[in-house]
């Protein structure tokens, strides 16, 4: 079970109306799966989005207390979505992170991805240069102390970047606002 709104059927992943809205579908697609299906098994991972910016902390301690692990999606905050627009924040710039890594010699990611390591979080980063890629393994040689760690929680602004924004009215606004199952608070 992937994601809460459905879209209707189509030769497309996401088929649009002629106007260019897309087609959403009523169909329940976590709920009704859910309900029909026979768990037998408890689920043992929840993928979320989870990076510093959304540290999803109140999410985490649930999952710990019924033993079901984390994994974060776009754990260095996703630089490359496609819908990000210039006046976004963008997380491996913050100049936190930046003096926080400096005081490590690390880089940001890997400051990110040992916050996510030792909050006990699995994290996939993704990158498509090698060099990143390499670099992104070099975080079991060193610890974030405390004090950083509860200073990265800090950053937590509930910023979720993979649910797409679009500009209407001179205004972001998220995209799929309108489907009758988008899950997510409007902070716009
Ligand atoms: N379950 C879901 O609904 C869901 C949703 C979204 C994503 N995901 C999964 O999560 C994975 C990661 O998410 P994501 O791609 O959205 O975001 P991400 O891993 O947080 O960020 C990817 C961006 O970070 C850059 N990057 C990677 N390593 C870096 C480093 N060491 N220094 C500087 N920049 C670095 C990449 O650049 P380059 O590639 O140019 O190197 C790319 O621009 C995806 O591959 C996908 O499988 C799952």
Redesign the pocket.
């Known amino acids: 079970m ?2 809460p709104m459905a879209f209707q059927r189509g030769k497309e992943l996401m088929p649009r109306w002629e106007d260019g809205g897309i087609c959403y579908s009523a169909t329940d697609s976590l709920g009704r799966p859910w309900r029909v299906c026979i768990a037998r098994h408890k689920p043992v991972i929840n ?3 989870c ?1 510093p910016y959304l540290s999803q902390a109140d999410l985490l301690s649930h999952c710990r207390s019924v033993a079901v692990c984390v ?11 496609p819908w990000a627009s210039p006046d976004e924040p963008s ?2 710039e913050d100049p936190r992170l930046g003096a926080i890594a400096k005081r490590y010699q690390k ?4 400051v990110v ?1 040992r916050w996510h390591i030792q909050r006990g979080v699995v ?7 090698a ?3 390499q ?2 393994l070099q975080v079991f040689d060193f610890s974030l102390s405390e004090d950083d760690m509860k200073l990265i929680e800090s950053f937590d602004r509930n910023e979720r ?2 649910v797409p924004t679009v500009e209407r009215d001179g205004k972001r606004v998220w995209r799929d606002a309108e489907h009758p199952h988008f899950p997510f608070h409007d902070p716009y």
């Open positions: 992937h994601w993928q979320v989005e990076h994994t974060a999606y776009s754990p260095l905050g996703s630089g490359d979505r997380l491996l880089t940001p990611a890997h991805l994290c996939i980063p993704k990158s498509v240069t060099s990143r890629i670099q992104n970047f993979i």
